[in-house]
């Protein structure tokens, strides 16, 4: 599991036990990761996070 959850939006839960990394940034998520999901919520700094340039960064085969 890869993580990328930047300054205030640093919360959630993992569960105890579960490896993961944490990435900094999102363009080092979409061109390692095989599938992607976002699981935030819908506010001005979050909205058009993702676009056109990191979907050409993911791997063929990946899936979001």
């Known amino acids: 599991v890869v993580r990328f959850a930047p300054g205030n939006l640093r919360m ?3 569960p105890q036990g579960l490896l993961y990394d ?3 940034t999102l363009e080092e998520i979409f ?3 095989d599938i992607i999901t ?3 919520p819908l506010t001005p ?4 996070l993702i676009g056109e ?3 050409k960064k993911m791997k063929p085969s990946s899936i979001f």
């Open 12 to 14: 959630g839960y993992l």
């Open 38 to 40: 976002l699981h935030l």
């Open 22 to 24: 944490e990435k900094d």
């Open 31 to 33: 061109s390692r990761c």
């Open 45 to 48: 700094e979050t909205n058009h």
């Open 53 to 55: 340039s990191l979907f």
